[in-house]
């Protein structure tokens, strides 16, 4: 089976392609599936998944996937204590507490999935052209601040008396690093958008981020 390099490891990857023509990454029981949208969210009840993803800018290092996510948050989250990205990846996907709304970007809605620790674990998908995945386009750890003011989907420790806004803690997240749109008739090359902040810059960089996306 084809493997990429990165860093310090060599996932392995599926046969299966993502909507853009890039490779699945397995999951360590051998699937693409890293974990799913809780169906309590009310949202597209079908597996997340991680493409090897594709870097279409060497220098910003924008894009999309695993090489994306290593390029630009890999030492980060192995300095977090996390062995590889993909380890990263796969227990916020099993086990994230919150869905919060993400960007808007060319008609379709990103979501941040957070998982908190010390830190906001944090990974943002998009759902497939055709509804039967959500890509995860980006993942990072960032500070438990940002982010508090998006709207929250979904909430595993809220009560039915209580609203998921009430009930969790501030948690953060990254916007960037999104896939190529779904109803794009471009390049992939020409229409790949990431921002790429870390937690020492995001609080600053926040309202540009902002800007840039809804340009």
Avoid: C
């Amino acid at each position: 089976m084809k493997q990429i390099s990165t860093v310090d490891y060599t996932p392995q990857l599926s046969q299966e392609k993502d909507e853009h023509g890039k490779k699945f990454v397995l999951s360590k029981d051998g699937t693409t599936t890293f974990g799913r949208m809780e169906s309590e969210s009310g949202l597209a009840d079908v597996p997340i998944k991680l493409s090897e993803g594709i870097i279409t800018n060497p220098v910003t290092k924008e894009g999309y996937g695993l090489v994306h996510i290593e390029a630009r948050h890999g030492d980060q989250i192995r300095n977090a204590g996390f062995s590889t990205v993909v380890d990263f990846v796969e227990e916020v996907a099993k086990n994230y507490e919150v869905i919060r709304e993400g960007i808007e970007r060319n008609g379709n809605q990103t979501y941040l999935l957070q998982l908190t620790d010390k830190n906001n674990n944090t990974l943002i998908v998009e759902l497939s052209g055709d509804e039967t995945y959500w890509n995860i386009n980006t993942a990072g750890i960032f500070r438990t601040s940002y982010g508090a003011k998006n709207k929250v989907v979904y909430n595993r420790h809220a009560t039915e008396k209580q609203s998921a806004e009430t009930v969790e803690a501030s948690l953060s997240g990254e916007q960037d690093g999104t896939t190529p749109s779904t109803s794009m008739n471009a390049s992939i090359q020409q229409n790949i958008l990431s921002d790429g902040k870390d937690s020492k810059n995001t609080d600053t960089l926040q309202e540009k981020s902002k800007k840039t996306h809804e340009d």
